[in-house]
Structure formats: structure tokens, C-alpha cells
């Protein structure tokens, strides 16, 4: 019987932001998007490469969602401090209906060019640069303070777990209903996320930066930030994580045929093992998300982790141990920018949380720089240096951040 209660409580602990009623729309809503996002993205790449054969126009199409991600954030940040939060998630999610909608009809209707697509995913990256911001500062005015690295970490779940589910329930469905039925789920997904935002219980909120311009709103965001040494020692591990230490993921096939002799089989195994990865990483985060000792030491771990794991792939031509190496990585990167996103979100002062947690947005975003400058240096030196030498550059730049900022080796 003690077991039986004890293993409750674990359970109402680690899902304790659950509790609020609020966050259980958002979180749900999220798990939705998130779900059709990823459901998308297999759906267009297969929809592009059947209609023109072309790797390129493929990638070029894959790649179009993070081209505004580079810059657009920033803006979003500002405005997600200036408006009501769950309005402006209403506009954002409300919009992306009908994007999604209207391109499901007109792939129904035969009416579609590929690069009508290159058309949507820049729209919706440009929406998306918006709405997560505003998502991610929403999450601070629905759960108690108590609770909120609890709600980042579950929050976490809902964008990795769907990682490993979309593109298979994609895969399994896409024989009976074609492309253009994908479509349709994934804009019954956007609906969904937009019903769920309407039955959230909200007192609309005036936001204290709206009483400012936006450009004094970005001056007062780029004073605290110099006085934040931590956050922006964050900022800046997140951004060589993401350029170096994240964006080898195109040079896999390289590695699973030339290298690994493992075919596309294996390149298939390697992705679906860091995703796995990434799934239990998130895992362990959400479970030890009540507990707040050691953050900062964790990330040391973790980055310490991701490089030897960086290295060991690099260097293995045994497929097991390239598999180990890609479990490591994906598990590593997701407890790494879990913790990192909890901390930027203890650390913003409310009022700047949208333009504080766009920095988080402006990491993802980053990451096609990264590829830009690897596939560079593989042109170069091959696959294998290049992953080598973008782990010894990205645990180099990690060992001066954690030194040059002591306090964020101490963060609890």
C-alpha cells in the first residue's frame, strides 16, 4: 500500500503543472500543433519529391520554415510584451488554419505548385516567429512559480514525443490517404490548437511594454541583457550547440552509406535512435523537474556529454557504436535546451518575457547557419573531420563560457 501511494505522489509530482486547468489547454493544444507539424514536414518533402524528383527543391522547400527564424523573433518577442498573450497565440494559431486549410483544398483540388510550398513555410515561419515567443511566455502567467520549470519540461514533451510519433503515423497513413489527406490532419491539428486557446479561461492582460514604443521596448530588452551575464551566457551556448553541435544531422546519409555501410536502412535507424533519445532525454528532465539543485552542473554534463558523443561518432566505424553515439546526442541536446529554456524562463522578469524567451526561438532558427558553414568545411575535409572538428569547437567554446561565468556553473 505505501508503494501504491508513493508511486502516486511520484506521478502527481511529475505531472503536478497538469493541475492547472489552463495549462492543460495549452499543453494539449501544443501537443496537437506540434503533432501536425512534424506530420507536415514529412508530408511536403514527400509531396515535393514525388511531383519533381529533386533532393534540392526537397530541401529547398524543408529548409523555407527557418529562412524568417533567423531574424523574425526578435519582433515577435517584442510584440508577445506588448499584447495580450492569448490574443495574439488567437491571431498566430488562427492564421495558420487558414494557411493550412487553403493549402489542403488546393491539393485536393490539383491546383498546387511545389513551390507554392516555399510560399507557406516562409508565411509560417514568419506566424510561428510570433506565436512561440508568445507561447513560451504564456506558460509563466498559467502555472504558479512553483511549477513552472515543471511546465517548461512537460512543454518539452509535447514538441519531442511527436517527433518520433508524426513521421510514423505520417508513413503509416500516407498509403490510404495520400499526401493531400496528411494535409488535412495536419490542419485538423492547427484547429484543434485554436479551439483549445478559446476555452482557456483568461482576464485579458494589459502588458506594462505597450506603454513604451517597440524601439525603447528593444533598448530596455538589450540593457538587461548586459547586465544578465548568465542569460547571455546561455544565449551563447545554445548558439554554438545549435551551429556546431546540433546541425551535422544532413551529413547522417554520409555517414550511413560511404562511412557506416549501412544503407538508407541505416541512415533510418540512426535518425529514429536520436530521436529516441531526444524522447527519453525529455523524459529525465520532466522527472527531476521539481527538484531545483545542480541545474548548472547539469548543463556542464550535458555539454560535456554531447561532445564526447560528437567525437566518439566521428570517429566509429561500427554501426553499434554510432547508434550509442546518436542515443547520446539526441538525449543530451534535449535535457541541454530543456534546462536552458527552464532557466531563461526563472530568470525573465515577466514583463520581458517575450523578448527574453525569443532568444530561444532565435537558436533554433540559427541552425541553418550551421549547416551552411559545415557542409563548407565537409566540401573540404569530408564528413569525418567535419563533425570531429565541430565538437572540439563547440566543448572549447563551452569550457570558456562555463569559466568566463562562474555563477552559471552555480545556477540552481
Given at each position: 500500500?505505501?508503494?501504491?501511494?508513493?508511486?502516486?505522489?511520484?506521478?502527481?509530482?511529475?505531472?503536478?503543472?497538469?493541475?492547472?486547468?489552463?495549462?492543460?489547454l495549452l499543453f494539449f493544444g501544443r501537443l496537437a500543433s506540434n503533432m501536425?507539424?512534424?506530420?507536415?514536414?514529412f508530408a511536403r518533402a514527400l509531396w515535393v519529391f514525388e511531383a519533381t524528383g529533386s533532393p534540392l527543391k526537397m530541401g529547398i522547400v524543408v529548409s523555407a520554415l527557418s529562412w524568417p527564424m533567423l531574424f523574425m523573433p526578435l519582433v515577435g518577442g517584442v510584440v508577445a510584451d506588448r499584447m495580450d498573450r492569448r490574443t495574439l497565440l488567437l491571431w498566430t494559431e488562427g492564421i495558420l488554419v487558414v494557411l493550412w486549410t487553403a493549402t489542403s483544398l488546393l491539393i485536393t483540388m490539383g491546383l498546387f505548385e511545389w513551390w507554392y510550398f516555399i510560399i507557406t513555410a516562409v508565411a509560417s515561419g514568419v506566424v510561428q516567429s510570433f506565436g512561440r515567443p508568445g507561447h513560451q511566455a504564456m506558460i509563466a502567467n498559467v502555472v504558479d512559480k512553483e511549477r513552472l520549470a515543471n511546465a517548461v519540461a512537460l512543454d518539452s514533451i509535447?514538441?519531442?514525443?511527436?517527433?518520433?510519433?508524426?513521421?510514423?503515423?505520417a508513413g503509416a497513413?500516407?498509403?490510404?490517404?495520400?499526401?493531400?489527406?496528411?494535409f488535412w490532419?495536419?490542419?485538423?491539428?492547427?484547429?484543434?490548437?485554436?479551439?483549445?486557446?478559446?476555452?482557456?479561461?483568461?482576464?485579458?492582460?494589459?502588458?506594462?511594454a505597450a506603454r513604451e514604443g517597440m524601439g525603447r521596448n528593444a533598448l530596455e530588452a538589450l540593457r538587461y541583457l548586459r547586465g544578465e551575464k548568465v542569460v547571455m551566457a546561455m544565449f551563447g551556448l545554445g548558439l554554438f550547440s545549435a551551429l556546431f553541435a546540433g546541425s551535422f544531422s544532413f551529413l547522417l546519409p554520409i555517414f550511413a552509406i560511404d562511412i557506416l555501410h549501412a544503407g538508407k536502412g541505416g541512415l533510418a535507424v540512426l535518425m529514429t535512435t536520436s530521436a529516441l533519445g531526444g524522447a527519453v532525454g525529455s523524459a529525465m528532465v520532466l522527472l527531476a523537474s521539481n527538484a531545483r539543485r545542480n541545474r548548472?552542473?547539469?548543463l556542464i554534463g550535458?555539454?560535456?556529454?554531447?561532445?564526447v558523443m560528437l567525437i566518439v561518432f566521428s570517429q566509429s566505424g561500427l554501426f553499434p557504436l554510432s547508434m550509442v553515439a546518436m542515443f547520446g546526442l539526441g538525449a543530451a541536446q534535449m535535457m541541454f535546451m530543456t534546462i536552458l529554456t527552464m532557466a531563461m524562463q526563472?530568470?525573465?522578469?515577466?514583463h520581458m518575457r517575450g523578448r527574453i524567451m525569443s532568444l530561444r526561438i532565435v537558436i533554433m532558427g540559427i541552425s541553418p547557419i550551421g549547416v551552411l558553414i559545415m557542409g563548407t568545411v565537409a566540401e573540404v575535409r569530408g564528413a569525418v573531420d567535419t563533425v570531429l572538428l565541430g565538437g572540439i569547437i563547440y566543448g572549447l567554446t563551452a569550457i570558456i563560457i562555463f569559466t568566463v561565468v562562474p555563477t552559471l556553473r552555480r545556477f540552481q
Open positions: 500500500m505505501a508503494i501504491g501511494t508513493g508511486l502516486r505522489q511520484r506521478v502527481r509530482e511529475t505531472f503536478s503543472s497538469l493541475a492547472f486547468p489552463n495549462y492543460r501536425g507539424r512534424t506530420m507536415r514536414v509535447s514538441q519531442t514525443w511527436p517527433n518520433i510519433l508524426g513521421p510514423a503515423v497513413l500516407v498509403g490510404s490517404i495520400g499526401t493531400g489527406g496528411l490532419l495536419t490542419a485538423a491539428g492547427q484547429i484543434v490548437t485554436f479551439i483549445t486557446l478559446v476555452l482557456i479561461r483568461w482576464t485579458p492582460q494589459e502588458q506594462k548548472g552542473r547539469i550535458m555539454a560535456v556529454v554531447k561532445t526563472q530568470l525573465a522578469p515577466d
